[in-house]
């Protein structure tokens, strides 16, 4: 397995992801923090000279008002979710007493209050294992008081309440599926979307390139004519060749969403993004998308666009990369070299760089040939190295920051 190459930006202390998060937070909000400092500075003001003894009641109102404008400006997800948390327990409380009421001796308001938490807790779960581009918190809700709901009709035709409760389980199953995967905020069909292409000449112009630039590659196929080129260096991106017909362009009623021939690729880009990078087998690394436009159709720019996939419950964007790539087609190594070169420096500033430990995760990935032990064996010797050259590195002062 190869190593990871020693690079100044792969020696630097990255910082948190937490932190990154609070910071872009604040820079966003600078304006509305701002003003309630000012309307903190003010009623507190007034307050110590009209009311001495009471200046913390207004301090305190200040700042709870402050806190639920803030929260729902940039935290709504906050809002439905201790909506969604109060609606189940509500709803539980009502089916033990419910339940108890109807069938006293054979614990049925029992039974029906553990199955609604355990809907919410499961469908939570489940929600996290499956990528979506509807909000997990409104599915979770509406699929939970469904299955409540249902229970309650069978109990009203005497149905037993221990059978009603754990039949709703599976009707709650089902309306969240459909919300969650089958709606049309999720669906796309692949016919209206750009085409995926990934011949073996377009696989040794990208594998080539990449070796070239110091990255490393593993080709993730689809069939004989499509697929994607996962490549990492300092970050990771999932190469995507497509052919297009025309550039995207917006739709809507107010323009507000990027389309392809009329559609909305949002929900592409998010599968992209979400399932057809690998995910699960990255240790967290964030793998980034950029369509490669194999026919130079993306407009005008010569240099890389950066598309925002919408995500649901926040206003954070998934960064996609769409470039104009016909040149790969020349077999000019070094003309593949300078388009690797454009992506990473283009989207560096959106990209999470990789650790160490990512980095051998994603050499791992493509790699069926060896036994998982000779695997472990392999990354434990490589990481092992790895560290020892650092640390060598470090001792002779060949990379250190000023």
Known sequence: MTKRPITASSSHVRRPILVDTVLDTIKANGSLLTVFAIALILVSGITLVDNPGNWWVSV??????????????????????LFVGILTLFLSTWGFQIGSIVEPRTGGGLVWMTATLFCFFFLMSLSYLMASGVSRWGTIGIATTLGFTSAYIMIAFRVPVIWSALLGIPVALMVFLFFYKLTRKTRFKTIDMPTNVLDDTLVDSIVRGAELAGWESTVLRDDEESGSVLVWRDRAYLLHPVRMDEAFGTIGRKNDSLGYKGKNINPWLLHLALKKAPLWRARGAQITPVLLDMRNKSGSRDKIRIIGAGLPDTKKKLPVGLIKAKVLLSKNDEKTEDLLSIIDGELSPFVHPISDKQYLALARIGKTNKSDDELDESDNSDYNDSSENDSNMTEEGSLTDD
């Open 60 to 81: 305190l109102s200040v700042l709870a008002f402050c806190a639920i404008v803030f929260i729902f400006m940039n935290a709504r997800v906050i809002i439905k979710v």
